[in-house]
């Protein structure tokens, strides 16, 4: 064995320690398996069956991550259940993140899991730095051998390499130093705002250089494609920091990380209605996929704010006072929907359907009982021409622009109580109430337009007419006594409205949670998933970031 490796049993716990540059191609295999270089099994032995023992989960554990601390990508691989992945990997890992010196140490296997540290040297033209981090592996049986097995996948040599694509890397940063701040001039991080990472490190790749930064040295996950979002993990020396100006207002911020801890999975999203500026975004958990910009889900009931404009605009109720049907169910185009808990409201107005979001009202009203010929496309053509859903929003980093696709049949029915295949994200729906509250769709956005000259999106403004029914109607959802959202507002500053919603999904045992709703000058709106009713889960969520506001 070469000077400046070691293996060791310390307390129970076994270490490696690697020196040389990139692990110098040292050979510690010998000294973790007896001398024994062979995966097989003992002469003798047939393919076992059955879950691995946890002798076998310590045992290759152990060897394979000796291996990989040796430098050894291929005996590493070998001990994997995808060698022909793994090993160039591993070997990829080793050449690209410039690793001088390492120990990885085991933890305490839990079942077949074995959680892992690693305590590395990154060193690269001379500038040096420790970095650490943890992982886990999984030991399976193998399906033919019937050896134990490492469950290969990206995530066991970091748990942010996510993608076969994806790498660690060392060098000169791809993008320039940047420091951005909130609106008023405080330093935004990721430390401190988790929900912001791939935010912060979009506006890096795209703004960097234009905010006057130069590169540094740094670790950083490269994702391999030329549209991924590279991650940045440590830097070794800094570039020139420019300085680049967002939208977010750091107490909004902060109030909406804190919120959305409360539940397993969570997303928020705040705007300005005055101005279309993103106040705040934030998940649960805080992953490299920004949910409250990005994702797509059904936003239930949320949707009656445009269904409501588009029954309004049509002439199908000539406003809040309107009278509308809400019985326990109505049968549509061969499906039957119903409301929650089958309630019916008698003498109902489109207002009083409005604030306790019957179902039935809306379709029974659109469907069956208007003498006006109402399109299909018509839901779709209120969202883009009224909301800017479905157009080309221009953010200044990925966003999911809303989608409310052409139907046909029952699939059109189901819309209107935002089902089928309507797709929106938090922030596609806060900008929902933030257009409510404005009299009119302003794109939202996060940094000024004015650093690329992109283009905003843009939607014909409301009447005075309809904003004064959906002012009302969602004052009153977040006031009256019969509101669902007067629970979840209480507290909140006037001016304010809400509205509630819940989206059934296929697989799960409750509803995904949605609110969204206005304060004063900000407009709010959050998805939990599983969380049942909208005000349950998803209304204190949108209250703790309006009362920030």
């Not at 998940?283 to 949707?303: D, I, K, V």
């Not at 629970?487 to 304010?496: L, N």
Request: glycine share 12%; hydrophobic share 40%.
């Amino acid at each position: 064995m070469r000077s400046g490796a070691k293996t060791a049993i310390v307390g129970g716990v076994f270490l490696v320690v690697a020196g040389g540059v990139g692990y110098g191609g040292l050979n510690l295999y010998n000294g973790i398996t007896g001398g024994n270089t062979s995966p097989e099994t003992r002469a003798g032995d047939g393919p076992r069956t059955g879950p691995v023992t946890g002798d076998e989960v310590t045992s290759t554990a152990r060897e394979f991550l000796a291996a990989w601390a040796a430098g050894e990508p291929e005996k590493a691989g070998q001990l994997t259940n995808d060698p022909v992945t793994a090993g160039p990997a591993v070997a990829a890992y080793r050449d690209g993140a410039s690793v001088s010196e390492a120990t990885i140490t085991p933890g305490t296997p839990v079942g077949a899991k074995v959680p892992f540290t690693v305590k590395a040297t990154i060193t690269y033209k001379d500038v040096s730095k420790p970095w650490s981090y943890t992982s886990e592996l999984t030991v399976v049986r193998g399906q033919t051998t019937g050896r134990p097995l490492v469950k290969w996948a990206p995530s066991v040599l970091h748990p942010k390499l996510l993608t076969a694509d994806a790498t660690v890397r060392t060098g000169v940063a791809k993008a320039a130093s940047v420091k951005a701040v909130d609106r008023n001039g405080r330093e935004l991080t990721a430390e401190k705002y988790p929900s912001l990472a791939p935010v912060l490190a979009e506006l890096r790749k795209r703004y960097g250089a234009k905010a006057g930064g130069s590169a540094g040295i740094e670790t950083w996950i490269d994702s391999g494609t030329e549209s991924g979002t590279d991650i940045p993990l440590l830097v070794l020396s800094k570039g020139k920091e420019g300085t680049l100006k967002t939208t977010i207002d750091a107490g909004v911020q902060a109030a909406a990380e804190k919120a959305v801890k409360t539940y397993g999975k969570a997303s928020v999203a705040a705007i300005e209605p005055s101005t279309g500026a993103i106040r705040a975004v934030a998940n649960n958990p805080a992953t490299e996929f920004n949910t409250a910009l990005q994702g797509q889900q059904a936003p239930g009931s949320t949707m009656k704010i445009v269904t409501a404009t588009m029954m309004l605009q049509n002439g199908v109720v000539a406003g809040p006072g309107s009278k509308v049907e809400c019985p326990p169910d109505v049968l549509s185009r061969g499906q039957t929907f119903e409301n929650l808990d089958r309630f019916s409201i008698p003498n109902a107005t489109l207002a009083a359907a409005f604030r306790r979001s019957c179902n039935t009202a809306f379709i029974k009203a659109i469907t069956v009982l208007s003498d006006k010929k109402i399109a299909d496309t018509a839901l779709g053509d209120t969202a883009r021409d009224s909301f800017g859903i479905g157009q080309s929003w221009q953010v200044g980093v990925p966003a999911a622009d809303g989608s409310v696709p052409e139907s046909a049949g029952n699939e059109t029915s189901a819309s209107y109580i935002g089902q089928g295949r309507i797709q929106m994200s938090a922030l596609n729906v806060a900008s929902l109430s933030a257009t409510v509250k404005n009299g009119g769709f302003l794109q939202p956005y996060l940094v000024a337009k004015e650093l690329d000259d992109r283009e905003f999106a843009e939607a014909e403004p409301l009447s005075r007419g309809v904003t004064a029914a959906l002012q009302k109607m969602m004052n009153e959802t977040a006031t009256a006594s019969d509101g669902t959202a007067v629970r979840a507002m209480s507290g909140v500053p006037f001016p304010k409205g809400a509205k509630t919603g819940s989206a059934e999904v296929g697989g799960q045992d409750k509803s995904n949670s949605w609110f969204t709703g206005y304060s004063g000058d900000l407009a709010a709106a959050a998805v939990v998933q599983s969380g049942g009713h909208g005000s349950d889960a998803a209304g204190p969520v949108v209250a703790s970031v309006l009362k920030a506001g």
